[in-house]
């Protein structure tokens, strides 16, 4: 079954609802030291995709990177 879906803001069409973390990269540039995550809604954090394997996508979902270090920093505010 085709589908489409988001990574970094840019449609691409898939020939299957299935992908890989590999192709998400793939098809958004993303550098292999990036996270990748799914964007959900609510107020949950949204989940990091499986570095590993295919896994479902529905369709219009949207995936984007994260560089390393962009969250859990701390500064001296002293």
């Known amino acids: 079954m085709a589908t489409f879906i ?9 020939a299957s609802d299935e992908v890989s973390a590999a192709e998400i990269r793939r098809l958004g540039s993303i550098p ?21 394997g295919a896994f479902k996508v529905h369709e219009a979902e949207k995936f984007y990177a994260v560089p390393p ?8 505010r002293r």
Request: a negative charge; proline letters at 11%; aromatic letters at 8%.
């Open 69 to 76: 270090g962009t969250f859990g920093g701390t500064h001296d």
């Open 6 to 14: 988001y990574v970094e803001n840019q449609r691409h069409d898939l």
């Open 32 to 52: 292999d030291d990036n996270k990748v995550y799914r964007e959900t809604p609510g107020i949950e954090p949204d989940p990091e995709i499986p570095a590993e």
